[in-house]
């Protein structure tokens, strides 16, 4: 048979005892407890016999089911709770009980004076507008102790409101009629006190509207619940399940990278108890840390090993182990990592690119590349080199700089060469005209 008790289905499981009642022995008048842990899905409906006589919860005597742990509380044991308990868990796949003996010690002979003690305690309250409560509590004291109630530090007398009495047996009750959550919302006290000594006990009321007490749950909060409804229902079936080995359902596979990716190794393990997993390379067991993730869903039982920025050093084999109390296993797994091509490498090759092979490759000479660039501003400069392909700017200064200076140079030399012609040119026609004009006068004079 199978219900819907989670999103998936699960088996129906009868319920079963982990923990069974103990023996307990108490002293006479002093609080005890009963304890016991069931399983069971769906989960069991619980109920406790005295003596074959069927136990209802209540305020002094609550019994509680919270996760698999079952108590039954007395705040006070005396000789007619003595007897056998038995605790019977119920749901649709069957029954199981288990049962214990309480035994309480006789009364021992008091002293002829005690100070003030409260056997019984007050107890939280949480109530809704309009409710009426009574606070209870017990104090023992020799000679008896006179009692007094407070509201946060302020006393509180009989009247309409309130309605407080004691009895010989030592019993104390503060009565309040229709509370609301602005007048009566606080902290209660009793306080006891005789000539020997004195003791207080305090209870927190707390009052609400009756609109604010509804049961609203978060979507994130009903995923939790599933997911630990989930993790319970396992629970229940290991318990019920014989021990087996740790073996692999899934194994690790190789896998293939590039220097700086993520890399995941991913198992999947059974066994019972729950097998310990460990991820290795050679000898050196790894932990969890930013650089290596320990992953487990223990909603699957899904284990794997996260590397971050994987590295070409990290290449190589990679074991996982596991292991239970009844079996051990282990694979090994490869990670091939590929070094990352670098992509400086064009870069490079570009910075190599002068802008004498840029001349080359245009089919002109240096110089006149040179004569194209010299009357161009910078931007205009920078544009026209990397258009070409220049990316080595300090070679290109360094010519366009000499090409500046052989100009300037050959500039200067040509001015220098008119110069000396120009002077040669004006020494020959004044010669000139000196002879022609002796030559007219007939007088030849040696020079």
Same mark, same amino acid.
């Given at each position: 048979?199978?219900?819907?008790?989670?999103?998936?289905?699960?088996?129906?499981?009868? =319920?079963?005892?982990?923990?069974?009642?103990?023996?307990?022995?108490?002293?006479?008048?002093?609080? @005890?407890?009963?304890?016991?842990?069931?399983?069971?899905?769906?989960?069991?409906?619980?109920?406790?016999?005295?003596?074959?006589?069927?136990?209802?919860?209540?305020?002094?005597?609550? +019994?509680?089911?919270?996760?698999?742990?079952?108590?039954?509380?007395?705040?006070?044991?005396?000789?007619?709770?003595?007897?056998?308990?038995?605790?019977?868990?119920?749901?649709?796949?069957?029954?199981?009980?288990?049962?214990?003996?309480?035994?309480?010690?006789?009364?021992? !002979?008091? =002293?002829?004076?005690?100070?003030?003690?409260?056997?019984?305690?007050?107890?939280?309250?949480?109530?809704?507008?309009?409710?009426?409560?009574? +606070?209870?509590?017990?104090?023992?004291?020799? =000679?008896?102790?006179?009692?007094?109630?407070?509201?946060?530090?302020?006393?509180?007398?009989?009247?309409?409101?309130?309605?407080?009495?004691?009895?010989?047996?030592?019993?104390?009750?503060?009565?309040?009629?229709?509370?609301?959550? !602005?007048?009566?919302?606080?902290?209660?006290?009793?306080? *006891?006190?005789?000539?020997?000594?004195?003791?207080?006990?305090?209870?927190?009321?707390?009052?609400?509207?009756?609109?604010?007490?509804?049961?609203?749950?978060?979507?994130?909060?009903?995923?939790?619940?599933?997911?630990?409804?989930?993790?319970?229902?396992?629970?229940?079936?290991?318990?019920?399940?014989?021990?087996?080995?740790?073996?692999?359902?899934?194994?690790?596979?190789?896998?293939?990278?590039?220097?700086?990716?993520?890399?995941?190794?991913?198992?999947?393990?059974?066994?019972?108890?729950? =097998?310990?997993?460990?991820?290795?390379?050679?000898?050196?067991?790894? @932990?969890?840390?930013?650089?290596?993730?320990?992953?487990?869903?223990?909603?699957?039982?899904?284990?794997?090993?996260?590397?971050?920025?994987?590295?070409?050093?990290?290449?190589?084999?990679?074991?996982?182990?596991?292991?239970?109390?009844?079996?051990?296993?282990?694979?090994?797994?490869?990670? @091939?990592?590929?070094?990352?091509?670098?992509?400086? *490498?064009?870069?490079?090759?570009?910075?190599?690119?002068?802008?004498?092979?840029?001349?080359?490759?245009?089919?002109?000479?240096? !110089?006149?590349?040179?004569?194209?660039?010299?009357?161009?501003?910078?931007?205009?400069?920078?544009?026209?080199?990397?258009?070409?392909?220049?990316? !080595?700017?300090?070679?290109?200064?360094?010519?366009?700089?000499?090409?500046?200076?052989?100009?300037?140079?050959?500039?200067?030399?040509?001015?220098?060469?008119?110069?000396?012609?120009?002077?040669?040119?004006?020494?020959?026609?004044?010669?000139?005209?000196?002879?022609?004009?002796?030559?007219?006068?007939?007088?030849?004079?040696?020079?």
């Amino acid at each position: 048979r199978r219900v819907h008790g989670i999103q998936e289905e699960v088996d129906v499981i009868p =319920p079963v005892f982990t923990e069974k009642l103990a023996d307990t022995t108490v002293g006479y008048s002093l609080p @005890t407890q009963l304890r016991c842990k069931v399983l069971g899905q769906p989960r069991p409906g619980i109920q406790w016999y005295h003596n074959d006589r069927l136990l209802k919860t209540s305020k002094y005597n609550p +019994l509680d089911f919270e996760g698999d742990v079952v108590t039954y509380t007395m705040m006070e044991a005396f000789s007619e709770d003595n007897g056998v308990y038995k605790c019977v868990a119920t749901n649709d796949a069957g029954e199981a009980e288990c049962q214990a003996e309480l035994i309480v010690s006789e009364l021992e !002979d008091e =002293p002829d004076e005690m100070k003030p003690a409260f056997v019984r305690k007050l107890v939280d309250e949480s109530l809704i507008n309009g409710d009426n409560v009574e +606070l209870l509590c017990k104090v023992k004291a020799k =000679p008896p102790a006179s009692v007094t109630w407070t509201k946060d530090g302020k006393p509180i007398e009989s009247g309409a409101k309130y309605s407080i009495t004691s009895d010989a047996q030592g019993w104390n009750s503060l009565k309040i009629t229709g509370v609301h959550e !602005d007048a009566d919302s606080g902290t209660y006290a009793c306080k *006891a006190a005789n000539k020997i000594g004195k003791a207080v006990v305090e209870s927190r009321v707390r009052v609400k509207d009756a609109s604010s007490n509804l049961n609203t749950v978060a979507p994130g909060r009903k995923r939790e619940r599933r997911k630990k409804e989930k993790k319970r229902v396992k629970n229940i079936k290991q318990v019920l399940t014989a021990p087996t080995p740790a073996r692999f359902i899934e194994k690790p596979v190789p896998v293939s990278a590039t220097e700086g990716d993520t890399v995941e190794f991913k198992c999947r393990v059974e066994g019972l108890p729950d =097998p310990k997993v460990g991820w290795f390379k050679g000898w050196r067991e790894f @932990t969890d840390s930013a650089k290596h993730q320990l992953v487990h869903d223990d909603t699957c039982d899904d284990f794997a090993l996260i590397i971050r920025k994987v590295e070409t050093k990290e290449a190589g084999n990679y074991k996982v182990k596991i292991k239970n109390d009844h079996g051990q296993d282990e694979c090994v797994t490869t990670l @091939t990592v590929t070094e990352k091509v670098k992509e400086e *490498a064009d870069f490079r090759k570009n910075l190599k690119r002068r802008p004498s092979a840029v001349a080359r490759d245009a089919g002109f000479s240096m !110089d006149q590349l040179l004569d194209i660039m010299q009357n161009m501003s910078k931007a205009q400069m920078e544009q026209f080199a990397m258009s070409h392909g220049i990316t !080595d700017f300090r070679a290109l200064l360094k010519h366009l700089k000499m090409h500046r200076e052989k100009k300037e140079a050959e500039e200067l030399e040509r001015k220098r060469r008119e110069r000396r012609e120009s002077g040669i040119s004006m020494f020959t026609r004044g010669l000139r005209d000196s002879l022609w004009k002796r030559t007219q006068k007939g007088t030849l004079d040696l020079i």
